[in-house]
């Protein structure tokens, strides 16, 4: 610790002169100040040799850094000091490694890490990949509520938010109507009629039969999505408001048993019509002939895109998604406990081997690694089941220049994986039910992550690439940018805690953003990366 020695005077009637108290210890000096030894700001009182010293601090020099300092400091007011050097900023990087260097020593300075921004193959805009991400995470979740009939395949196929074709240098995102490929007419046809089906097993009034009848004309419809939206459009004008329901579609449509129900007893849907054909569409005959007139042409899946929105907003009311919300919280707990079980179980037969054994230096090191790699697969399998049971869904965060960053959660072929995973394990288990090609998938959904198209396998980030990451001068528009490996994705969370100072003085820099948000997501990009990491290394380990 070192003393400042400078006088003072306190401006009384008669004034008294005191010594300043203030204590500096030598890493503060060297850290805050660069001042890196005692030497370097204490001089000779008399300049002869002797034992007494003068050490004027920063504070009586009038550049002290401290908050106290800098809050109470009033430039106008503060003469000038003919013998005070100017007030240095922190020290940076190269000061430090420069003084450093010159004592011998090798000052650690932690520099942020390159990243490599890889865009996606996509030309979808953002508010597009929102809506296509909300339908995805929500059919996942409750996929097994009564009346959802997708199969698994169909729940994959909702992975590839931009669809499975690579963008095409011909395709023109300046019109509006020309849209990025999505699922098949197939995937839309088992999204509506599973939609209709939970609305129909929660109904108990007439509606039930106009709902039934309308998804069997969808069923009829040959996967032909003109005429799903036609079975679509009747199904609105027969429960849609009264005061809406036009008078010819009421004239088109078969008198029921419900027209003296009043709306109040039943389910009123509401939902928009398809988008506008794309602009690129030939109308052909086949294509306008089986459309009424009043019926839009539907030709590509995107354009159901607020059809089927409007679906999920009337099956949210249902009491079914109340109970399968309910019902995931138990047996997310349920799931958590074993997993706790699975993890004491091997914690205690890691103990019992060190006790029955002579400790051997050239295995004891290999072993006790293999032990915690054990322990973190099968936290890595509890993480990726959990999201099974999560009751909402959102981006991981956006960082202060409005880059914002998506996760989705893990597809059904992970989740199945880390349930045998950890089932298998407790006390009197079944045998393991791992499906035989698991080792293929991987190999496929690796090349598809690489290739950035299955999108809960890489961290999507909307926004614009930073400055001095190679970015161009035509790289200044917002786009999407794709990190698929985990150490880049660990890489991603370093440079934005460095690059962001989180781990500066609170008082230093802008307040504008919080801080404790930038925290929340750089730890959730460094858990989705060794949680990707195992997803990816399954059976290997």
Not at 112 to 134: C, G, H, M, Y
Not at 295 to 318: F, K, N, R, T, Y
Request: aromatic letters at 6%; proline letters at 6%; hydrophobic letters at 35%.
């Amino acid at each position: 610790i070192i003393q400042c020695t400078s006088l003072y005077q306190i401006p009384y009637k008669i004034p008294v002169t005191r010594h300043c108290r203030t204590n500096y210890c030598r890493n503060c000096l060297k850290n805050k100040y660069n001042e890196l030894s005692f030497a370097a700001s204490a001089q000779k009182e008399n300049g002869e040799t002797g034992n007494a010293h003068m050490f004027k601090c920063p504070k009586c020099r009038g550049h002290c850094n401290c908050w106290n300092c800098r809050h109470k400091a009033d430039p106008k007011s503060t003469p000038a000091q003919a013998d005070v050097p100017p007030e240095p900023a922190l020290a940076t990087v190269n000061d430090l490694g420069t003084a450093a260097a010159s004592k011998g020593k090798a000052h650690k300075v932690k520099l942020a890490p390159n990243v490599t921004w890889s865009p996606l193959p996509t030309q979808l805009k953002v508010k597009d990949a929102e809506d296509r991400i909300f339908i995805r995470e929500f059919i996942l979740r409750f996929s097994g509520i009564p009346g959802m009939a997708l199969t698994k395949t169909q729940l994959e196929e909702l992975e590839f938010i931009a669809g499975t074709h690579d963008l095409s240098d011909d395709d023109d995102d300046d019109d509006e109507n020309v849209y990025v490929d999505w699922v098949s007419e197939t995937c839309i046809k088992s999204l509506v009629i599973s939609l209709i089906g939970v609305l129909a097993a929660e109904e108990d009034s007439s509606a039930t039969l106009v709902m039934k009848k309308a998804m069997q004309d969808v069923r009829n419809s040959g996967a032909n999505l003109t005429k799903i939206w036609t079975a679509l459009s009747s199904l609105r004008a027969a429960l849609g408001r009264p005061e809406e329901v036009s008078v010819g579609k009421l004239q088109a449509e078969e008198p029921s048993d419900d027209d003296d129900e009043s709306s109040e007893d039943r389910i009123i849907l509401e939902y928009p019509d398809p988008l506008p054909v794309p602009a690129n569409h030939e109308h052909n005959v086949r294509s306008t002939r089986s459309a009424a007139a009043d019926i839009s042409l539907v030709v590509h899946s995107a354009q159901m895109i607020p059809v089927i929105l409007g679906l999920i907003d009337a099956v949210m009311e249902c009491h079914a998604i109340r109970v399968e919300l309910d019902n995931g919280t138990k047996e997310g707990r349920e799931r958590l406990r074993e997993s706790r079980e699975v993890i004491k179980l091997e914690n205690e037969l890691w103990k019992s081997l060190e006790e029955s054994r002579e400790p051997d230096p050239s295995k004891i090191t290999a072993e006790r690694h293999a032990h915690k790699s054990k322990v973190q697969d099968i936290e890595n399998a509890a993480k990726v089941l959990s999201s099974a049971f999560s009751p909402r869904f959102s981006p991981l965060g956006s960082d202060p220049e409005g880059r914002v960053y998506w996760a989705l959660t893990p597809g059904v072929s992970d989740r199945e994986y880390a349930l045998d995973y950890i089932v298998s394990r407790l006390p009197n288990a079944p045998k393991s039910k791992r499906p035989r090609n698991r080792k293929q998938r991987q190999q496929r959904e690796e090349e598809d992550s690489q290739a950035l198209r299955e999108w809960s396998w890489f961290i999507a980030v909307w926004g614009k690439k930073p400055h001095g990451n190679g970015a161009n001068d035509g790289e200044d528009e917002p786009q999407w940018w794709g990190f698929w490996n985990p150490q880049e994705i660990r890489n991603l969370a370093e440079w934005l805690s460095i690059t962001n100072g989180l781990k500066r003085d609170p008082s230093d820099g802008d307040a504008t953003y919080s801080r404790n948000d930038l925290k929340i997501l750089v730890k959730r990009l460094t858990d989705y990366a060794t949680s990707l990491e195992w997803r990816t290394q399954g059976e290997e380990r």
